[in-house]
């Protein structure tokens, strides 16, 4: 019989798992009520505690081999010969072990469990108000749809449009997560059915069937259900094919708008001449856009028209049409996104290697279609990554630059 001692946390994890089944964990490890009150909770509960296969047989040696040692400690001599009925003890022993550790059975319990809590959770309407200037009225409550795969909420309501939508200006709906003292802790985007639509866009009126997808990452699920309520909002405007907004790749900052609402209050044109002892002096032009008062993102130029928007530190609230912005998780740039069977996205697969590129000047970055994501140098192993690895934990992408 291979000894195996494994430290004693595996089985108090597994124990840990148990009473999640039941009545919940640890109060340590409770969560505030939130947007699905005490059901949330206890859903997160049993959700973070899903049995491992290999956790659960790492404990069910230890627990044996513990109790061996402890009843006969020459057992713990690797060269121990147990005398044969000590031998039948110890196989009955594992033999009753593998009963009480019976990982399809834990699985079973808790798959079972986790559908009766979706289904009281399918019951709740979330609690949710709507920004105020959002074209959208409420039609029915906002619910949980289903769980897909044990990965994501999908989330489902019905709302009508209260003036004419132009969406050609890239503006759609999203949900936020709000804590109780009205800070965003998460954002969701917003998938409606007749969302697309021709040109002359949508009319006061039109009804839209929207569906949200609430990713359940186990690092953050605990935030997500502890948020006190949604935000209906629809003031994000996205960068999309070379555009955002009025602003895009080719067209001359003269036929620029002055200002653009809830994008920005103005633009300032500059035009600076670097010097440059080893290739010459050369000048630089650019746009800068504020919102607020403030400086909110760029656009650079040559000879008068944009060639890039340039989204920084500045532009955290601004994404790309795929949901990419400043602050993004790196680690998710090797997830590819498709549509699932059940049209929500799954993910496909893990890009290992992707093209950085290092000029030196702090950043390491990569170009992914009409996108070039920027990542500081002290945030990676490598002069040159090529993989995944070989960034930090908690690397996360510093500029977009959209061409």
């Excluded at 340590?28 to 290999?54: C, H, Q, R, T």
């Excluded at 769980?147 to 050609?168: R, S, W």
């Excluded at 709000?178 to 969701?188: A, G, L, P, R, Y």
Aim: net charge negative; glycine share 6%; aromatic share 12%.
């Amino acid at each position: 019989m291979k000894k195996v001692l494994v430290k004693v946390s595996v089985i108090a994890l597994v124990s840990l798992f148990l009473l999640s089944c039941g009545k919940g964990g640890s109060d340590s490890d409770a969560i505030d009520d939130g947007i699905f009150g005490s059901a949330g909770a206890e859903f997160v509960d049993v959700f973070l505690n899903e049995p491992n296969k290999e956790e659960i047989g790492i404990a069910m040696v230890n627990e044996v081999e513990g109790e061996m040692l402890k009843k006969y400690p020459e057992y713990e001599d690797m060269h121990f010969r147990a005398r044969p009925e000590i031998q039948r003890e110890i196989n009955q022993r594992y033999a009753e072990a593998e009963k009480k550790y019976d990982y399809s059975a834990m699985k079973e319990k808790w798959d079972k469990r986790i559908a009766e809590l979706v289904a009281e959770l399918q019951t709740i309407e979330i609690p949710v108000k709507v920004e105020e200037g959002t074209p959208l009225k409420l039609l029915s409550p906002i619910k949980l749809d289903e769980l897909v795969d044990n990965k994501g909420f999908v989330l489902g309501f019905t709302a009508e449009l209260t003036e004419d939508v132009m969406l050609p200006t890239n503006k759609y709906p999203e949900l936020k997560l709000m804590d109780k003292d009205d800070n965003v802790i998460h954002t969701i985007s917003v998938s409606g059915k007749n969302m697309k639509s021709p040109k002359d866009g949508l009319e006061k009126g039109s009804q839209i069937v929207m569906k949200a997808y609430l990713y359940l990452k186990k690092e953050e699920i605990k935030d997500y259900f502890s948020a006190k309520y949604m935000m209906l909002t629809w003031n994000t405007y996205y960068v999309e094919d070379g555009k955002l907004g009025p602003v895009r790749v080719g067209m001359s900052y003269t036929d620029l708008p002055k200002s653009e609402p809830c994008l920005y209050d103005k633009f300032e044109y500059k035009k600076e001449l670097i010097e440059n002892e080893m290739e010459g002096d050369y000048e630089v032009e650019s746009c800068t856009f504020f919102n607020d008062g403030k400086e909110y993102f760029s656009a650079e130029l040559e000879e008068g028209k944009v060639t890039s928007i340039v989204l920084d530190e500045n532009s955290k609230d601004l994404r790309t049409i795929e949901d990419y912005h400043v602050g993004y998780d790196l680690l998710n740039l090797y997830q590819t996104w498709v549509r699932g069977s059940s049209g929500y996205p799954v993910v496909k697969d893990i890009r290992e290697s992707l093209n950085w590129e290092n000029y030196y000047e702090g950043e390491v970055f990569v170009t992914i279609g009409r996108y070039t994501f920027y990542v500081p140098s002290d945030k990676t192993y490598k002069e040159f990554p090529r993989t995944r690895h070989d960034f930090k934990a908690g690397a996360t992408i510093s500029r977009i630059v959209c061409k």
